[in-house]
């Protein structure tokens, strides 16, 4: 992922880019609603293009208006936070259930699993799939090219599944999170300042557990009605499908939950699966390094379109559908800018950069840092920062990670000498 929260994750989709570069360096900082995005270049060429479900481009937070369509030209948005009355939560209280859904909210909590009050027909995830089924029958009736960005909400706190999922993972079968004692020590501030006691209670964080695979099971539900809405209306052999996430989820593991400034693989790798139709014939793993800022170039590829000027990542298959001969990098970059732990005012900048071998995550100006040997320590207990032994490693990895920033700044496509 480029960004381990929301906002700056889903900006890097649309624009290819950085968010040092695209500018979304946190939550809570809205998109330029006239940046370059990959939709409004496929809009160009002829797609329809529309979001349903979560976009949060722009801030949520105690919004009173809808939220910009930046250039969609269908917007039905389910942002998940009750406080702002989007198109579900409207749907929802038009159904008399709107007050009822905010006070078991309220009540429940972002870190605890419990149980959901509500129908499945009327969950988030159902409304935004039953939206995508007419949407797709309206684009098979019309014969338009089509973008559809559908945003579940979900698997994302609070951990709160609807039946029949809550009841298919029982809390006692759960496997503890991955800890080790020590650890905490070795953690940079801001992710000690994360750790909380009831990650180690194993009754509560394996109700945790258990609510976060419900939610998976349920999205797994809706993504196959998708693609039996593709197939009946005959457009599964025209249509890519790709399946990821903005960012992870720390479920316990390391004392931590939820996510923040935090650089473990919990809450950096996430699942990137591209379908192709039957007849593409590709299919296998890419055991390469991948970033969300190659989707907006690798779906441009794949439309014959061109992408945003200033993209920083690149395609991952090509027109012809072909993978990428050789990986697009040898590296990935994780980004990181918070407001300052120690209160003086400046921000918290990090950065990290992972190889086949090493972990490393860079705070210019600051004492601590992080370092992980990948092959010898997968489990990430080890920060090997202020091992003596280790910091011929850490200045080559900087060194690395310098060269891997200027590799990667944004350069539009050359066209003439002068």
Known sequence: ISHPVCMPSRASWVTGQYPSHHGVWHNGVPLHPHADMIHTHLQAAGYHTACIGKLHLDNIVERKSPHPPYGFDLLLDAQGDPYYKDAYFEWLEAHGLYEEYLAQFRKGGHRKGYTRDIDEDRHMNNWMTGHA???????????????????FFDPHHPFDPCEPYASLFDPADMPLPRYAEGEVERMTPPAKAMVRPDTRDPAFIRHTI???????????????????????????????????????????????????????????????????????NVRGVDGGFASHVDLAPTVAALAGVDGPSRAQGAPLF????????????????????????NGSGRHLVGRCLVTDRWK???????????????????????????????????????DRLAAFLMDNEPRPQRTRDF
Not at 322 to 330: F, G, N
Request: proline share 7%.
């Open 133 to 151: 089924e007419t949407y797709l029958a309206d684009r098979a009736r019309d014969g338009r090219p089509f973008f559809l960005h559908l945003g």
């Open 210 to 280: 258990a609510a976060y695979h419900a939610k998976v099971a349920h999205i797994d539900a809706m993504v196959g009605r998708v693609l039996a809405a593709l197939r009946r209306f005959h457009l599964e052999d025209n249509t890519v499908i790709i399946f990821t996430s903005d960012h992870g989820e720390m479920l316990g593991d390391h004392g931590l939950l939820l996510k923040g400034p935090l650089f473990y693989d919990c809450a950096l790798r996430v699942p990137l699966i591209y379908r192709f139709p039957r007849r593409c």
């Open 318 to 341: 090509d027109r012809h559908l072909r993978p990428r001969p050789v990986p697009a990098r040898d590296a990935a970059l994780t980004e990181w800018c918070d407001r300052a732990v």
């Open 360 to 398: 490393l995550v860079y705070y210019p100006g600051q004492p601590f840092g992080e370092l992980y040997d990948r092959a010898n320590d997968p489990d990430e207990y080890r920060n090997l920062w202020a091992d003596p032994a280790y910091q011929g490693t850490v200045a080559e990895m900087r």
